[in-house]
């Protein structure tokens, strides 16, 4: 266990921004702490480097309490959203910075700076001022210099926040490939979902300083356990329902339960599915998954590789429309056209108890 | 609106091709650069015309007596020891003012540019009445280290610390403030402790404003007059200043005299505002 919190709890006044965390990190983890801005989970990461003075509970790095330590006894190394590159050093004085204070000899500074500059891609660029450097050329440059001193762990807080979408799917890349080389067991704090999806070996979702839960970006995505983590990762659709005995009750719609929901017996319960697990058709029989009634396109608009379409369910009373992910082939075969009327089939779908918002 | 004017209200609106905007731009350019000129240009020129008048053998002796140039040297000497004190606490202060909270920091805060607004003259009734010989504190200093502090190198001293005192803070704090909280945190994190991240890292940044408000604060100290004369006195080769000398040139009719004194100092302070505006330059580089 690289990373352990136990119930961290820091308040600013009478509001509480961390709400009894814990969590273990493994060894060589790439852990994405995910939730909108002001979740806490900024400061979560700032407690863990040491940077912010928690109320209770206690950080283990190693093995090795490290709660009442100074940031600079903590061994981590901290990326920032701004890069905070000091000003007046080049990149390779930047990178060298973290040895020099440890007082590595000099052969041994030089050495270590060329290896990152080459890890990072930016052989050659050692003597530019950080103002000469573009914004992901920047970012690499912080990620070096926090890496140069062999930190134990990475700590990463929106890395990728202040760069445009090409630069940063290209850091994104860099950044899974340098944590798997050197195996670092790294956090990575941000508010993008698809971020999370493309770095994570888990994610963990903040919400109002909670860590709500904890899991595999599939397992957070189709079998998520709060409505919460549903609506924040991609859309959902979802519907009121009631699951009684096998059968779970929409309205007046039957459709079989899926077993894992076992302990949501007789109660009310939320359906959650995703728009790519709709299925749309013109003849009832043609629908896949169970038939959910018939339903009258409101909406069609075109996404890139596939069209987004809103759906209004007719046998369904109260429900919001449906969002339908639709492939070119579907779209062709549907004719699809607003005021076409169609059946609605679900395939894959998950109940959670129901709870007011 | 413009073209209306031109066309003198006809109801056919003419097109004109007079550059009006330009004029104005010009006219602009023009009194900007006349203004400038008849208030500062035009008065060191007839002071440069004055000190050079009789010749440069003249000009020469007029700063080159053991008067003139003993009031010359004590100013320079007051002014830069005052404005080195200045700048080591003047950062200090800055830095406990930008980086911690104490009680009464707000007044604190609001007290530090009294010095600006204060007439120097009351600033100096203030040390007379706090130091003067007839005071328990002048009177206790001068019984125990037989040193006097008014009417001597002393009382110029904390005169030019207490009229200079602001000029460091109010520069440094604003590039304090606007310094990246982050590369401090950076830097712990790499493991630099407080003492290296303020050398390495704060003073680098600060460093262009620590000399401009050294520069001002020294700057500050060779023009003080109005409380020197009161703690300092008059005394000719003991606690006579320039700008006192001059004072007493002036007031003696010796216009020669004040002129060539008058230029060193202006030399000096020309020097000094130059400085300023290439570290100020440097920085937006």
Not at chain 1, 66 to 71: A, E, G, I, N, Q
Not at chain 1, 200 to 219: K, N
Not at chain 2, 6 to 14: A, E, Q
Not at chain 2, 47 to 58: A, D, I, N, P, R
Request: charged share 20%; glycine share 8%.
């Amino acid at each position: 266990m690289t990373i352990r919190l136990d119930h961290l709890v820091k308040k600013y006044g009478r509001q509480t921004v961390v709400n009894d965390v814990s969590l273990e990190i493994e060894q060589g983890e790439l852990f994405v702490l995910l939730g909108a801005s002001g979740s806490g989970k900024s400061t979560i990461l700032r407690i863990i480097a040491g940077l912010t003075s928690l109320d209770s509970g206690s950080v283990q790095l190693n093995g090795r309490d490290v709660t009442r330590l100074s940031p600079q006894q903590r061994d981590t190394g901290f990326v920032f959203q701004n890069y905070s590159l000091f000003r007046h050093l080049n990149a390779a004085a930047n990178i060298e910075f973290g040895l020099k204070v440890r007082k590595a000899p000099r052969k041994e500074r030089q050495e270590r700076v060329a290896e990152l500059l080459r890890l990072i891609g930016l052989d050659g660029l050692g003597g530019r001022m950080p103002a000469q450097l573009s914004g992901g050329q920047q970012q690499r440059v912080a990620l070096a210099r926090a890496l140069a001193p062999n930190p134990s762990v990475l700590l990463l807080d929106e890395p990728f926040g202040a760069l445009d979408v090409k630069i940063r799917g290209q850091l994104r890349h860099s950044l899974r490939e340098i944590q798997q080389q050197l195996q670092i067991t790294t956090i990575l704090v941000t508010h993008d979902q698809e971020e999370a999806f493309e770095l994570a070996d888990r994610i963990g979702i903040i919400e109002r300083g909670v860590l709500l839960e904890v899991g595999t970006p599939a397992q957070l995505y189709r079998r998520p356990k709060h409505l919460y983590t549903a609506n924040f990762l991609g859309t959902a659709n979802v519907l009121n329902a009631r699951r009684n005995g096998k059968t779970v009750y929409v309205d007046q719609v039957s459709l079989p339960a899926p077993s894992e929901t076992e302990h949501l017996q007789n109660q009310a319960v939320h359906l959650v599915c995703r728009p790519e697990e709709i299925d749309l058709a013109l003849e009832r029989e043609q629908v896949s998954g169970s038939l959910i009634g018939r339903g009258r396109i409101s909406n069609i608009t075109f996404a890139g590789s596939l069209e987004r379409a809103t759906v209004q369910l007719i046998d369904v009373s109260a429900a919001k429309p449906l969002h339908v992910l639709l492939s070119p082939e579907k779209v062709r075969s549907l004719g699809a056209i607003p005021g076409q009327e169609v059946f609605v089939g679900i395939q894959d779908f998950h109940l959670l108890p129901f709870q007011e918002n | 609106m413009t073209v209306k004017a031109w066309s003198k209200g006809g109801p056919m609106v003419r097109p004109t091709f007079f550059p009006t905007i330009a004029w104005g731009k010009w006219s602009l350019r023009f009194l900007a650069v006349s203004y400038l000129f008849l208030l500062i240009a035009v008065p060191i020129i007839v002071v440069s015309y004055k000190g050079f008048e009789q010749g440069l053998t003249v000009f020469w002796e007029s700063i080159n007596n053991r008067i003139a140039y003993s009031a010359l040297k004590l100013s320079l000497r007051t002014s830069a020891t005052a404005a080195v004190i200045n700048t080591i606490m003047g950062t200090l202060t800055a830095y406990v003012l930008v980086k911690y909270r104490f009680p009464g920091k707000a007044i604190f805060n609001a007290f530090i540019d009294l010095p600006f607004a204060l007439p120097t003259l009351v600033t100096g009734v203030m040390l007379v009445l706090l130091y003067g010989p007839q005071t328990i504190v002048g009177s206790f200093i001068e019984e125990n280290t037989g040193h006097r502090i008014l009417f001597a190198p002393p009382g110029i001293m904390l005169a030019l610390l207490f009229v200079g005192y602001p000029f460091v803070i109010r520069t440094v704090q604003p590039v304090l403030m606007q310094l990246d909280l982050n590369q401090e945190e950076a830097a712990q994190t790499l493991g630099a402790s407080n003492w290296e991240t303020f050398w390495r890292i704060i003073f680098p940044a600060i460093r262009p404003a620590i000399i401009a408000g050294a520069l001002l604060s020294f700057a500050r100290g060779l023009g003080e007059f109005g409380s020197i004369i009161i703690v300092a006195g008059n005394i000719p080769m003991k606690s006579q200043t320039a700008t006192v000398y001059i004072y007493a040139k002036v007031e003696s009719g010796n216009m020669q005299a004040a002129s060539g004194i008058s230029l060193v100092l202006l030399a000096v302070a020309f020097t000094i505002t130059v400085s300023i505006d290439f570290l100020r330059g440097r920085k937006h580089a």
